[in-house]
C-alpha cells in the first residue's frame, strides 16, 4: 500500500503501482485530520465515496452534502468543484473509488507512416478546422482548464474555466494570453507529453496533436499543484485526479484528430465528386441537385436564425406599446419572407436583391436607432444586372452578428461598382478587426467546408459562378472589417424583371 501525504491528511491507495497508461480502478482510503480542510478543486473523473469512520461533509458545486450519514454511498460526477470539512477530533476516513476512461495513442498517430507530411499551411487549415469542428459539441461543454496552440507555439483557442488559484495570480496575463504557462517555450515539434511548473507552483502538462505524421500543435491543461506548497487555499491534487487530468488532456486530442478525419475525407470526397462530373453527365445533374438543396439550407439557416431574433425584438417593442414601428418592421419582415419564400429561381435582378437587403437593414436600424450610421455609394443601375438570388443579405447578417459586438456606435457601408466585366460589392463596418494574417486564414477556411456563415455563402456564388467570382476579406478603415465580392456582370433580358424604382431613404 502506497500513502501519498497532502497538507490535509494522506491517501493510502490500495494499488502499489498506478499506470496512468492502463487507467483502469483507482482505490484509495482517504484520511483527513481532524478539524482539517480539504481545499476546493475540480474533479477530472467521477468518483464514488463511502464514509468509514469520523464526521464531515463535503461542498459539492457549492451544495453542502452530508458524509457522516452510516452506509451510504456517493456519486461526484466528473467537472464538479468540489471540497470537504472534518467537524470532528478523530480522522475523518472514507473510501474513493475513481474510474478514468483508458485514452491512448496508437504508435501510427504519433510516428510518420512513410506518408507525406503537411505544408504549414495545410496544418494551421487541419488545426483550425479541428477546433471550430470539436467546440460547440464538445470543447464549449468542457467544465475544465485548456489552451490549445499550433505548430509554432501560437495560442488559437482557449477556455474561460481557470482554477481560482491561477485567476488570483495570473489573471490579466491569462486575459492577454500572457501568463507564464502560455508563454513558455516548448520546442515543437513533439511527439511525447510533456509537463511545466509555473512559477506560482501550477504543473501544466502539454499533449502533441498529431494528425499522420504532422505536428498540428498541442493542448495544455491541468492546471494543478502536484506537491505540498506553503500557500494557504492550495489544494494538492492526488495521483489518481492527475491521472484524470492527463486522460482529459488526451481525450480532447482524440476528439481533434478524429475530426481531422473527417475533414479530409470530406474534402477527397468533394475531390471525387469533382472529377466524376468531368466524366458522366448524371454526375452533373446530380451535383446541381445537391447545390440547389444546399442553397436552400442555407436560406432556412439564415432565415430562421434572424426570424428568432426579429420576433424577440418585435414582442419586446409590443409590449412598450411601439405600435407604429411594429407595423413598420411586420412589413419589413413580410418582404423578407415572401422573397425567399415566393423565389423559385437561383438569379434575380440586382434591384430585388437590394430590396431583399433594404428590408433586413431597416430591421437593423429599428433595433439600434440613432447609434447605427449607414452610407451608401451606388454606382450602377440595378434594373440592369442579373445576380444569384439572396447572397448580399447573409453578408450583411454576418458583419451584423459577429463584427459589431459591444461598440455603442455602429457605422455600416455598402456600395456597388461596375468594375469592366464584373459587378464589385463592397460592405464595411467599424467593429472588431482582424489582422491580415487572420483574414487570409479565414479565407482559406471559407473555400473549404467548415459550417460558419462566409463558408456558406462562398459556396453559393461557386454554385452559381463556378470559380469566375471572389470574396476578399481585409481589415477596415474604421478598426472594422470590410469585405469586398465581385461577380461577372449579366444583363437581364428584354423579358426580365420590372425596373426598380428610386431608392427610398434609409
Not at 484528430?257 to 479530409?264: F, I, T
Amino acid at each position: 500500500m502506497k500513502r501519498q501525504y497532502t497538507d490535509w491528511g494522506y491517501i493510502d491507495w490500495l494499488e502499489e503501482d498506478m499506470d496512468e497508461s492502463k487507467a483502469a480502478l483507482n482505490v484509495g482510503i482517504v484520511s483527513i485530520a481532524p478539524h482539517a480542510h480539504m481545499n476546493p478543486h475540480i474533479h477530472f473523473t467521477e468518483q464514488v465515496i463511502y464514509t468509514l469512520q469520523g464526521t464531515g461533509y463535503s461542498l459539492v458545486n457549492g451544495a453542502k452534502v452530508d458524509m457522516s450519514l452510516p452506509s451510504v454511498i456517493l456519486h461526484w460526477e466528473a467537472g464538479v468543484i468540489h471540497e470537504m470539512y472534518n467537524m470532528g477530533d478523530t480522522e475523518f476516513k472514507h473510501l474513493m473509488i475513481s474510474c478514468p476512461d483508458a485514452v491512448g495513442f496508437d504508435s501510427a498517430v504519433l510516428e510518420d507512416a512513410g506518408g507525406q507530411k503537411m505544408s504549414e499551411e495545410k496544418a494551421e487549415e487541419y488545426l483550425h478546422a479541428a477546433v471550430n469542428g470539436t467546440c460547440e459539441q464538445f470543447l464549449d461543454t468542457l467544465h475544465y482548464s485548456y489552451v490549445i496552440f499550433n505548430a509554432v507555439g501560437k495560442p488559437v483557442k482557449r477556455t474561460r474555466v481557470f482554477p481560482e488559484f491561477c485567476c488570483h495570480h495570473c489573471v490579466d496575463d491569462i486575459s492577454a494570453s500572457a501568463a507564464a504557462c502560455m508563454c513558455h517555450y516548448v520546442e515543437c515539434p513533439f511527439t511525447g507529453e510533456k509537463s511545466y511548473e509555473c512559477p506560482h507552483g501550477v504543473t501544466v502538462f502539454y499533449v502533441p496533436v498529431i494528425f499522420r505524421g504532422t505536428f498540428l500543435g498541442y493542448v495544455q491543461g491541468g492546471y494543478v499543484h502536484v506537491h505540498s506548497v506553503p500557500k494557504e487555499g492550495v489544494y494538492v491534487m492526488p495521483q489518481s485526479s492527475i491521472h484524470g487530468a492527463k486522460i482529459l488532456l488526451r481525450r480532447i486530442v482524440k476528439a481533434m484528430v478524429d475530426y481531422c478525419e473527417v475533414y479530409q475525407f470530406k474534402n477527397q470526397l468533394m475531390q471525387q465528386e469533382l472529377m466524376l462530373a468531368d466524366t458522366r453527365e448524371y454526375q452533373e445533374v446530380l451535383i446541381a441537385n445537391l447545390r440547389n438543396a444546399e442553397n436552400t439550407m442555407t436560406d432556412l439557416k439564415i432565415n430562421n436564425h434572424f426570424l428568432f431574433n426579429t420576433l424577440n425584438q418585435m414582442a419586446s417593442m409590443a409590449l412598450a406599446g411601439g405600435m407604429v414601428s411594429l407595423y413598420q418592421s411586420i412589413l419589413d419582415l413580410s418582404c423578407l419572407f415572401s422573397y425567399a419564400v415566393r423565389n423559385n429561381s437561383s438569379t434575380v435582378t440586382l434591384s430585388k436583391e437590394f430590396e431583399y437587403l433594404h428590408s433586413y437593414i431597416k430591421l437593423q436600424k429599428l433595433r439600434y436607432g440613432e447609434r447605427l450610421q449607414l452610407t451608401y455609394a451606388i454606382e450602377t443601375e440595378m434594373y440592369k444586372w442579373e445576380v444569384p438570388f439572396n447572397f448580399l443579405m447573409p453578408l450583411a447578417e454576418n458583419a451584423f452578428t459577429h463584427g459589431f459586438f459591444q461598440e455603442e456606435n455602429k457605422l455600416f457601408f455598402f456600395g456597388i461598382k461596375e468594375k469592366g466585366r464584373f459587378l464589385q460589392f463592397t460592405m464595411e463596418n467599424n467593429g472588431a478587426s482582424l489582422s491580415k494574417a487572420d483574414c487570409e486564414r479565414v479565407m482559406r477556411e471559407m473555400k473549404g467546408s467548415a459550417a460558419h456563415g462566409l463558408s456558406m455563402i462562398y459556396r453559393k456564388l461557386q454554385s452559381a459562378c463556378g470559380g469566375d467570382f471572389s470574396i476578399v476579406l481585409t481589415p477596415g478603415k474604421h478598426n472594422g472589417m470590410r469585405v469586398v465580392v465581385s461577380l461577372p456582370a449579366k444583363k437581364v433580358d428584354d423579358k426580365g424583371e420590372e425596373v426598380y424604382g428610386p431608392r427610398r431613404n434609409l
